[in-house]
């Protein structure tokens, strides 16, 4: 009698057991499907709204192409309304990137305006110090090519005098990842909340 109510007893946990997991796999299913909806829907609105005249077009051009986008901000919303991942990161993640563990390898360092200018080796292979998104690319007289890479905790890091640059506007980089090569000098700037930070504790 036993044996069958313990047999009983362990069916009745496994089936428990397949339920729970069945459960579980449905509401993953379902986050994912909320997740990619919105993102749907954020493409076709924006979609509809540069349709709708030229001004929108310009607009629209100048808020997301022309400015920086603040990566901390939609990361801490997402996080708060729809869970840990990062959908630029988990959706589009390319996992054949090369990274590097290795430190940025200076002679010299210098402050030079409300960031550092580094002495490096001759084609240096200029690596991501943070993991984040490409916020803002430009290139001006005075430092050439210029990236800069916002994490989720809103550190902004801009990386100057790039000779070739690897990335491109709102690509994820993972810390340690390839950004471009560099010549002799490197100038970067650290700020967070609109305050330019020391290097010591990045380098």
């Not at 080796?121 to 803002?136: A, Q, R, W």
Request: proline letters at 0%; zero cysteines.
């Amino acid at each position: 009698m036993n044996n069958h109510f313990d047999l009983y007893e362990k069916k009745f946990k496994n089936k428990i057991d397949e339920n729970k997991k069945e459960i579980k796999l449905s509401s993953f299913l379902f986050k994912i499907f909320i997740k990619t909806l919105i993102v749907v829907v954020i493409f076709l609105g924006s979609l509809i709204y540069i349709r709708q005249s030229d001004d929108n077009k310009t607009r629209f051009k100048n808020i997301v192409y022309n400015n920086s986008l603040s990566f901390a901000k939609i990361y801490s919303i997402y996080n708060k309304y729809l869970g840990d991942a990062i959908p630029f990161k988990n959706i589009f993640k390319d996992n054949t990137k090369i990274v590097s563990s290795d430190k940025i390898a200076y002679s010299n360092i210098e402050k030079e305006k409300n960031g550092y200018m580094l002495t490096v080796s001759n084609e240096f292979m200029l690596t991501s110090l943070k993991s984040g998104i490409v916020v803002e690319q430009k290139k001006n007289e005075t430092y050439g090519n210029i990236i800069k890479i916002q994490d989720k905790e809103g550190l902004n890091i801009t990386y100057g005098l790039l000779d070739e640059v690897e990335v491109k506007l709102y690509d994820y980089v993972e810390k340690g990842e390839l950004l471009g090569k560099i010549n002799e000098k490197l100038y970067l700037i650290f700020e967070k909340d609109g305050k330019y930070l020391s290097y010591e504790e990045y380098l």
